[in-house]
């Protein structure tokens, strides 16, 4: 293999390895979007706070994997908690008054994360090999292999969990129409509050496997900022297109840094954006997602 063709292989599968955070990160947003219309601005927050908690439960000497599944549960409940709370009473009314309810919790979330762990930097106390893997000269982390190994399965079972489960086909019904899915007997509200609570906890775990990648801080939650471009690149309704568009954004955003953050410095930040304008310009209702047009 080429010099040039091995690094721009390497430079995949680097995007790749953080792409698929993305698209986990994505869906838990398309999740919310596909069973309540709400995009939720506060679903870094979630990331980040199961990153915090993860971060506090290794640090009482509890077993990774069980910190994981514990942080998880634990964000999930706050979801819950979330949508009993705050969401279900704005039930009926406008759209933008919900939207920013979403971006006040965000910020409320993150100033109640900065008073209770600080605002330092803190480095994760990493469960995983420091010692790379090799593979015919194409290198990559012990934590990007399991990043990408855990976000894969995660996938795999949500795409169980709506093809098979009785809960799954559930919120596929009340996502494709409430008032028919009322009328069959679904509880919409319980579907709603399942939807944020399975969200937030899709959430915890990327934010978890992001924290082990980058630092930790309350500025983790700004990562989620990226993945809303790849949801509008899937599609803001279809979850294979959150998966895909999440994959899209890590590789273009790593061939990009690799080739020209040298000499133009912070574009590799900016690579996520500027496909969300031109995707909004070209066709905004994404690569999956269904064009609607309105007869007037």
Not at 85 to 102: D, K, N, S
Request: hydrophobic share 60%; charged share 10%; proline share 3%.
């Amino acid at each position: 293999m080429s010099e040039n063709l091995l690094y721009v292989a390497q430079l995949t599968v680097s995007g790749l390895a953080v792409g698929s955070l993305y698209a986990l990160a994505a869906l838990g947003f398309v999740l919310i979007y596909k069973a309540t219309d709400i995009m939720n601005f506060a679903h870094g927050e979630a990331m980040m706070v199961g990153a915090f908690v993860c971060y506090m439960l290794v640090g009482l000497n509890i077993p990774f994997l069980w910190a994981v599944f514990i942080s998880a549960v634990l964000t999930m409940v706050l979801g819950l908690v979330t949508e009993r709370l705050v969401l279900r009473p704005m039930i009926g009314e406008p759209q933008f008054a919900v939207v920013m309810v979403t971006i006040g919790l965000s910020i409320f979330l993150r100033s109640i994360s900065g008073i209770i762990f600080g605002h330092d930097n803190k480095v994760f106390p990493s469960p995983f090999s420091q010692m790379a893997i090799n593979f015919k000269g194409l290198v990559l982390s012990h934590t990007h292999l399991w990043a990408m190994l855990v976000s894969g399965c995660m996938m795999i079972l949500f795409f169980l969990f709506f093809k098979y489960s009785r809960s799954g086909l559930a919120m596929r019904g009340v996502a494709n129409d409430q008032d028919t899915a009322m009328l069959m007997g679904i509880s919409v509200k319980r579907i709603f509050a399942l939807s944020w609570g399975l969200s937030f906890a899709i959430g915890a775990v990327a934010g978890i496997f992001l924290a082990n990648v980058m630092v930790l801080n309350i500025g983790l939650s700004l990562v989620a900022i990226k993945a809303f471009p790849a949801v509008v690149l899937g599609g803001l309704e279809s979850i294979p297109g959150a998966i895909i568009g999440g994959l899209i954004i890590g590789v273009l955003e790593t061939l990009v840094g690799g080739y020209l953050d040298q000499t133009l410095p912070g574009v590799k930040d900016l690579t996520a954006f500027i496909v969300l304008f031109l995707v909004l310009m070209i066709r905004p209702y994404g690569l999956f997602g269904k064009e609607e047009i309105e007869r007037v």
